[in-house]
């Protein structure tokens, strides 16, 4: 078994509850934790056992990109369920990090974690 780890991976999205946030957009960062046995690809060194990140970043790019949510929970959420239906693999880790919160607070962003089991495990 192998986790592949595609870390922080930015988009600009128009996420939020506040019509400001749908309207001027911001920042936002993901992080994909993959669990799948690299065995399966390893013993053949061959792309088309493995899971090929170039796609995995086409699906977040698009999803993070390619519509609003009010919350980035729900975000999280539909990018963790697209990913465990496109890719076989055992599990699948969404973090989600947005960098402008409207708080009246002084912080680095506000980050969810996501967790679903893939169809494999």
């Given at each position: 078994m192998g986790i592949l780890t595609i870390k922080n991976l930015?988009?600009?999205g128009y996420h939020g509850v506040q019509d400001f946030e749908k309207e001027l957009g911001g920042r936002f960062e993901v992080d994909v934790k993959i669990?799948?046995?690299f065995?399966?690809?390893a013993s053949e060194?061959?792309?088309?056992k493995a899971v090929d990140y170039q796609e995995v970043y086409a699906?977040?790019?698009e999803m993070v990109t390619g519509r609003k949510y009010h919350l980035?929970?729900?975000l999280a959420s539909h990018l963790a369920?697209?990913?465990v239906e496109q890719f076989e693999v055992d599990k699948i880790t969404v973090i989600l990090r947005k960098k402008k919160v409207p708080i009246d607070a002084v912080l680095d962003y506000v980050e969810v974690e996501v967790t679903?089991?893939?169809t494999h495990s």
């Open positions: 930015v988009f600009y669990q799948y046995p065995s399966r690809c060194d061959t792309l088309h699906v977040v790019k980035i929970e729900t369920e697209a990913l679903r089991k893939g």
